[in-house]
């Protein structure tokens, strides 16, 4: 863990590289340096089906949930969310300046209890 997730409009497809905003965002959780680099996922969901606030046909939106690993303090988890968010709001700082953008990110933290996993990555990367 973290795997973010990046839920957006469908019409930012024409104007932002989403795939290059994934990047962005995986660089931006490993300068936290608090989580393991195999763990990181970030991946983004274009939402075919949308209706934002007014319906004005160019209302968007980008809304980012980060699930992560108990362990890490409050104030680690709002450095590594600030962080987060502040590459996305650089990566939109176009969009953002006009009248039609919304952009959000909320931290969840899971319950190892609940949670299972296997990933056969941090080996491979702790032998580098």
């Not at 980060?66 to 709001?89: D, N």
């Amino acid at each position: 863990m973290p795997h973010l997730s990046i839920q957006y409009s469908p019409q930012l497809d024409d104007s932002h590289d989403m795939s290059a905003l994934c990047h962005k965002l995986n660089e931006a959780i490993v300068e936290t340096e608090l989580f393991p680099l195999a763990g990181i996922r970030v991946r983004a969901f274009r939402a075919d089906h949308e209706s934002v606030a007014d319906c004005h046909p160019d209302n968007a939106f980008v809304a980012m949930q980060m699930y992560i690993g108990q362990g890490r303090t409050l104030e680690e988890q709002q450095r590594a969310g600030a962080h987060v968010y502040a590459a996305a709001e650089a990566f939109f700082a176009e969009r953002l300046a006009g009248a039609h953008f919304m952009l959000s990110m909320e931290i969840f933290e899971n319950n190892a209890a609940v949670s299972w996993k296997r990933n056969s990555v941090h080996p491979r990367l702790k032998k580098q």
